[in-house]
């Protein structure tokens, strides 16, 4: 069983930067790969970024690709999502999202575990 809380989120205006947190709790957490999903009002959950077990492998949404870089440390059993260069399209309710293996990591309903989520809005 795997808990995800997700921080870090707030108001920042366009070309600003913020850090997204992707805290767990699980002995297991380490196993799991995690990816960072998005939900803009009115609009489907798309996916962001993902990061395999170990922190090697990382893929992002061509939207962010650029600007977002999404790391692990699995010894704080944490996942971060740093986004520069934010823009005014960046502003949605955000989730951390684990699963295991590598799948089709941009489908959203390969996901066992998900955070409750957290706000960005980014001014213009």
């Known amino acids: 069983q795997v808990q995800l809380v997700e921080s870090g989120g707030g108001l920042v205006q366009a070309g600003g930067s913020l850090r997204l947190l992707c805290a767990a709790s699980?002995?297991?957490?380490?196993?799991?790969?995690v990816s960072w999903f998005r939900q803009a009002p009115g609009k489907e959950r798309e996916f962001v970024a993902a990061v395999t077990w170990n922190g090697i492998n990382t893929i992002y949404a061509d939207s962010v690709k650029g600007r977002f870089t999404i790391s692990r440390d699995n010894a704080k059993n944490t996942v971060y999502l740093q986004m520069n260069s934010l823009e005014s399209e960046d502003t949605a309710v955000y989730y951390c999202?684990?699963?295991?293996?590598?799948?089709?990591?941009?489908?959203?309903?390969?996901?066992?575990?998900w955070g409750q989520g957290t706000q960005v809005t980014v001014s213009s």
């Open positions: 699980g002995r297991t957490f380490s196993t799991y790969r």
């Open positions: 999202a684990a699963a295991t293996g590598w799948g089709s990591v941009a489908n959203s309903n390969g996901y066992s575990y």
